[in-house]
């Protein structure tokens, strides 16, 4: 004999309770938590030195890298003497709630306005992990064409922001920039767009702009 | 390929999940059509972890949930087999009801105690010697 058991859980339920975790222990310490996924290549550690360096003197910041091996990102951070810690994943396509909250306890633990949490550069498989973020950016650059959006929708769905990258190199590419926005929101309507060049500096102060608002919007009135 | 991980949580949460002493023969899960989930690698991943806790008499069954919703240009009432952003009768965006779908729905599991009760059952011997855990 055999009978059926009604369950009705989520799979990823664990991670989704420690990313809520994850989400109460910044919101404990007064941060913006900012979640950048992407492709790999698309420039999102590129944007992140532009962006620190544009926020410098306006909002404290700290990093977590993702990648698969190497802690390459987390030397170009640290450069630029911002507290960063590197999560190697050693194979994992992703970033884990887990894995953040790891990350989390070895940053400074106040002082901070804002902390980016890069996921390893993956279209698809970063989509199903929620982190805990209260924003999510996800980079697309104009080389890898404007479709983008309409073939990986489910981390363009999830995101509040699309940024544009590599926008410099519009001369030399057959790159639809106004199809690429419209084929996003047809995906997600209420995506924030944002065309930037981490070479020559377009738009960054205009995203940096947008990531002041949200950590004012976060610290509220004091 | 973040079908490995979610297999893996998938199997520890059927474990802890069945009763105590049944043993799972079917994993009944749900997935979204907007989740970026792969039935077919989940299936491939399936085969090799259901051996850490479930045994491989388990079997996993996904069913693909159709997106549902109504379009806010038209009012039309929608379920899709397969993503669709703007609506086919008056082109607005279209927005989802649903899509994310990721959970175990159900477990089809063996009545170990009520078979137990049943000495006289033929099956029940078979069944007592294959709840041997898999290498034991």
Known sequence: MSSVITIEQKIL????????DNRRE??????LAVGL???PGSGKTALLEQTLAALRGRARC???EGDVQTDRDAQRIAALEVPVV???TNGTCHLEARMVQEALARLPGTDLDVVFVENVGNLVCPSSYELGEHVRAVVLSTAEGEDKPLKYPALFRQSQ???LNKIDLLPYLRYDLAQAKAFARQVNPALEVFETSCTTGHGIQSWAGWLLEKIRDRRGPR | MHEASIVRELVALAVRMAPAGSRVLEVHVRVGRLSAVSPAAMQFYFEVMREEGLGSQAVLRVELEPLRGRCPGCARAFALAEPCWTCPACGSTLAFENGDELDLASLVVTDEQRDHDRAEDPR?????????????
């Open chain 1, 13 to 20: 339920g664990k991670n989704a309770e420690l990313a809520r």
């Open chain 1, 26 to 31: 910044i919101d404990r310490r007064g941060i």
């Open chain 1, 37 to 39: 996924v992407s492709a």
């Open chain 1, 62 to 64: 700290a990093v977590i």
């Open chain 1, 86 to 88: 590197q999560i190697v």
């Open chain 1, 161 to 163: 922001a699309l940024v």
């Open chain 2, 124 to 136: 029940q011997e078979r069944r007592a010697g294959a709840r041997q855990p898999p290498g034991d």
